[in-house]
């Protein structure tokens, strides 16, 4: 992590091993997509190294010879402008030419950079959308995808206990198990996202344009392709959001969110706008009109029928448990911050006499025999 700080030019970047591993088959296990959101202005120099190995695996008998030899005219007329007037010019092209698999790179050039060029003239200037289909494009397979087809939200539980309230509509896909050092999702329409905390692997909510950093907190997030703007609200907890990698505006920012603040990031221009009163804005108050919004889940000797049915209008589910078993249980807790998976565990350990819960979908068992 400490050496990458100092890589100044694409070389650097396509010396190191573990930026090949992540290029070539997206095992990130050296965080390499979190180094670039820290490191924005190195962000366009690491797409450049990325295209160069990409650029790898297009079939060399797919260019002609003077195609290849026009590229490589081209290629070494922009590196010696490039570094035209500094001391090291000879040995950075020397450098570049004794990497023999970078000479394979060379040969098939005219790709890298036709795909440099896109990459300056379409998504730097600011003209371009990055959606769904672009992010999730080239995983290796290992995202599930669920998709709400219904008319009302579904709730989904990823591997780290983390919950989504999926609204109608919309998409989100995966991992079955989050590995590496960081958790990332990528949503196409509108969630609420209750994140459970593990601070040592940072949560990502790519949504088109954007990228949703957090930690452990709950906030929504509307990002329908049809639209002309995506919104980010908050409500417990502290979110960074920033836009994504691959369509970087010229200016470079991220922008921190508390609760019961919001962004919206208009896709034509590519801007930011926080929103520090949310209920002066139309758009935003319909937002969190939505029941989970307005639930409170701060409970003082609430009885554990009420507390049931407090979730059930927040996540719109079914909550089957033993009334008569339960119907002199009382329970004081907090519960504002934890994902759906915590809130049960919670109340069932305070339940006591070896509760449990069962969730498939939309349907929750509680299984007991008794308060304490």
């Known amino acids: 992590m400490r050496q990458r ?38 962000a366009k120099l690491v797409e450049e190294a990325r295209l160069w190995l990409l650029a790898m695996k297009v079939p060399q008998d797919s260019l002609t010879p003077t195609d290849i030899e026009l590229a490589l005219q081209s290629t070494w007329l922009k590196i010696d402008q490039k570094i035209a007037g500094e001391k090291s010019a000879k040995k950075s092209v020397v450098k570049l030419w004794q990497n023999s698999w970078f000479r394979g790179v ?17 998504f730097v200037s600011g003209h371009a959308s990055v959606n769904y289909a672009t992010l999730i494009d080239g ?6 995808e669920q998709t709400n087809n219904s008319s009302k939200p579904q709730i989904i539980t990823l591997s780290d206990g983390s919950s989504v309230l999926l609204q ?56 329908y392709a049809n639209e002309p703007s995506i919104e980010v609200l908050v409500r417990t907890g502290v979110v960074k959001v920033r836009s994504n990698q691959l369509i970087r505006s010229i200016k470079d920012e991220e922008v921190a969110l508390l609760p ?32 989970i919004e307005q639930l409170s889940f701060e409970f003082t000797d609430i009885p554990l029928e009420q507390i049931f049915k407090t979730i059930e209008q927040a996540y719109l589910v079914d909550i ?19 994902p759906l998976p915590e809130k049960l565990k ?27």
Request: contains cysteine.
């Open 260 to 291: 019961n603040q919001a962004l919206r990031f208009t896709r034509e221009n590519l801007s930011f706008k926080k929103i520090t009163d949310i209920t002066q804005d139309e758009s935003l108050s319909r937002m969190v009109s939505s029941t």
């Open 106 to 122: 060379a040969a098939v050039f005219l790709f890298g950079l036709i795909s440099g060029l896109m990459y300056t003239n379409y």
């Open 168 to 223: 109608p509509k919309s998409k989100l896909s995966y991992p079955k198990i989050f590995n590496g050092n960081d958790r990332k999702v990528y949503l196409s329409g509108e969630g609420f996202f209750e994140i459970s905390k593990n601070p040592e692997k940072p949560f990502y909510v790519f949504a088109n344009e954007i990228v949703t950093k957090v930690v452990g907190t709950s906030f929504r997030i509307k990002a």
């Open 320 to 338: 089957d448990f033993p009334k008569d078993k339960l119907k002199d249980c009382h329970l004081t807790t907090s519960l504002s911050d934890q």
């Open 346 to 372: 919670i109340i069932c350990k305070s339940i006591g006499n070896d509760s449990s819960y069962i969730m498939n979908g939309n349907q929750i068992i509680i299984l007991s025999n008794g308060c304490n």
């Open 5 to 42: 700080n100092n890589y100044t030019e694409i070389e650097d970047f396509l010396d190191d091993p573990s930026f090949q591993i992540w290029v070539r088959t997206k095992d990130d296990q050296q965080g390499w997509e979190e180094w670039t959101l820290e490191n924005p202005q190195r």
């Open 139 to 144: 995983n290796d397979g290992g995202l599930v």
